[in-house]
C-alpha cells in the first residue's frame, strides 16, 4: 500500500516539492507518492477533508494558506505556535498535527550548508510577514547577539518585537529607513519582494565586510540579492531552505532523515 501526501498551495505548478520528495523516498526507501494540489483561494479545508477521505497521510502547505492550515489543525507543535502558521500537516485518527519546518530549514541551510554560524551575530530578518514570522523562534534559538526586524511600516515588525522574551539577544524594531548607518553579518530577505522584481528600500550600508545576505526566494535572482552582491556580500537563494524544511517535514512523517546535498544539486541542475 502507497502512502500518499501532497504539497497545497495557489499558485503550485511551479513547486519542486514533489521532486524533492520523490528523491528523498528513493534514496530512503520509501513507499509513497507525492503530488501538487492547487486548491481555490477560498477551498483550503474542504480540499484537505478530500484528501483526508481519500486516505493521504500529510501535507505540506504553502501560499497563502499557511496560516489557514494552523486554524484547521487540532494539534499543535510549538514550532507552529510559535510562528502561528503552519507548513506541515499530518493527518492521524485524532485529528490533524500541524507544524512549521521552515524556521529549521533555514538555519540549517545557514549554518550547516553555507557555514555561518549565527550565534552571536548581527541579524537582520527583512520582513514580518508570515515567511519572517515561520523562521522568527528558530533564528532567535541560536542565540543571534542582535536580531532586528524590519518593514517598510515599523507596527507589523514591533509586533513581532514584542512577542519576543529572550535575554540572550537584544531584539529591535524599525523601518527601512532606519536601517541606514547600521551593519549585519546575516540579513535574511522574507518578503515577497523579488516575486515582482520590485528593490526593497533598503540601504546599502546594512550589508557588513564578508557578511551573508539570504532571500527566501529561489530560481531567480532577485533586486536584493543584485544590491548584496553589488556590497560585497555572499549571496544564497531560498532552494537549500526549501529542500531543508522538506527533510524535516520528510522526517515528520516517515521518521527517517534523507541526505539533502545530493538532492539540493539535482534540483539545482532543473
Known sequence: MTDKYAVIGHPIAHSKSPLIHAAFAKQTQQVMSYEAIL????GFAVTVQALIEQGYKGVNVTVPFK??????????????????AANTLTFSPQGIVADNTDGAGIVRDIEHNLGHRIAGKRVLLIGAGGAAEGVLQPLLETKPGTLVISNRTVDKAQRMANKINNPLTHVQACTFKALQGQAFDIIINATSAGLSDSALAIPNSIFAKNCLAYDMMYGRETPF??????NGAQVADGLG??????????????????????????????
Open 39 to 42: 486548491a481555490p483561494l477560498d
Open 241 to 270: 531552505m526549501l529542500v531543508e524544511q522538506a527533510a524535516e517535514a520528510f522526517t515528520v512523517w516517515r521518521s527517517v532523515r534523507p541526505e539533502t546535498q545530493a538532492v539540493m544539486q539535482d534540483i539545482r541542475k532543473l
Open 67 to 84: 496560516f489557514a492550515a494552523f486554524e484547521l489543525a487540532n494539534q499543535h507543535s510549538e514550532r507552529a505556535i510559535a510562528a502561528g
Open 225 to 230: 540579492m543584485r544590491q548584496a552582491k553589488n
